[in-house]
């Protein structure tokens, strides 16, 4: 059974920094792809990066230039450093895991960008 604990959340001004981490345990086989979706209130819940065992990284266009995606593969964790953040970028952020068509979703963490 594959658990991701997500830490990092929080408050921040217009322009700020966040970090966002997520820890995975259990079994993690590869290929796999690690990323970050977020869910406004009132709106679905959508891709804002993804990094696969591969190395290969995905964005959305709206946090291109923004938000960094790392991962340490020896401890099952990917991180997402967010910079520049704007109030369009509140939302629950959820971790996500995905190998062999399963897939796994952290219990997410709150990110509030107001002044």
């Known amino acids: 059974q594959v658990q991701l604990v997500e830490s990092g959340g929080g408050l921040v001004q217009p322009g700020g920094s966040l970090r966002l981490s997520c820890a995975a345990s259990?079994?993690?086989?590869?290929?796999?792809?690690m990323g970050w979706y977020r869910q406004a209130p009132g709106k679905q819940r959508e891709l804002v990066a993804t990094?696969?065992?591969?190395?290969?990284?995905t964005y959305a266009d709206s946090v291109k230039g923004r938000f960094t995606i790392s991962r340490d593969n020896a401890k099952n964790t990917v991180y997402l450093q967010m910079n520049s953040l704007k109030p369009e970028d509140t939302a629950v952020y959820y971790c996500?895991?995905?190998?062999?068509?399963?897939?796994?979703w952290g219990q997410g963490t709150q990110v509030t960008v107001s002044s």
């Open positions: 990094f696969t065992s591969g190395g290969i990284t």
């Open positions: 259990g079994s993690i086989y590869r290929p796999n792809v």
């Open positions: 996500h895991v995905a190998f062999y068509g399963l897939a796994y």
